[in-house]
């Protein structure tokens, strides 16, 4: 006869963070709402795009589909290589800001992630995790998929302007 696994959690803390109890339950308060707003930031641009028929494009269900997308950091180099060249060729300078303006929020978000995760994991093994490597953590875990909806999708003029129309009802 097997036996089965009957443990239950009822409560969730973060001990690695802080050892005093009231950090530790501000901390869990601070964690549940990041989360809470990156569910909700994806789930607004999941709806927009199905409710809007101006959205159903290739792009936005691909976006619909996926949520998040992080791509490797050679597509991304290769990318911004590309939009750096093409950016440089263009005559309008208003042109060069906008476009500098999107590419700059999205490579800081870029940034964020992988210079955290690199700092985090490409170093020499340590025995004990330092209090900075567990806020750095939290910036590749926790802040950079938060700012992806309102970076990659929230700042889309299609994306805002059906936004705009939804809530216009």
């Not at 001990?15 to 964690?31: C, I, K």
């Not at 490579?107 to 340590?126: E, H």
């Not at 003029?157 to 129309?165: P, W």
Request: hydrophobic share 50%.
């Amino acid at each position: 006869m097997e036996e089965e696994n009957h443990t239950s959690v009822t409560e969730f803390v973060f001990l690695g963070l802080s050892q005093d109890p009231l950090t530790q339950v501000l901390l869990f308060f601070l964690f549940l709402i990041i989360y809470l707003l990156t569910v909700l930031g994806n789930l607004l641009i999941i709806v927009l795009i199905h409710i809007d028929s101006r959205l159903h494009t290739p792009m936005y269900f691909f976006a619909m589909g996926v949520g998040i997308l992080l791509a490797p950091v050679s597509l991304i180099l290769v990318s911004y290589w590309n939009i750096i060249s093409t950016v440089i060729r263009m005559q309008s300078g208003e042109g060069r800001l906008k476009v500098f303006s999107t590419c700059g929020s999205h490579l800081i978000v870029v940034v964020l992630f992988y210079g955290s995760a690199i700092f985090a994991y490409m170093r020499p093994n340590a025995k004990k995790m330092s209090e900075r490597d567990k806020v750095i953590s939290v910036f590749y875990s926790a802040v950079t998929p938060m700012l992806n909806p309102i970076i990659y999708s929230l700042r889309n003029k299609d994306v805002k302007g059906a936004l705009r129309r939804i809530t216009a009802r």
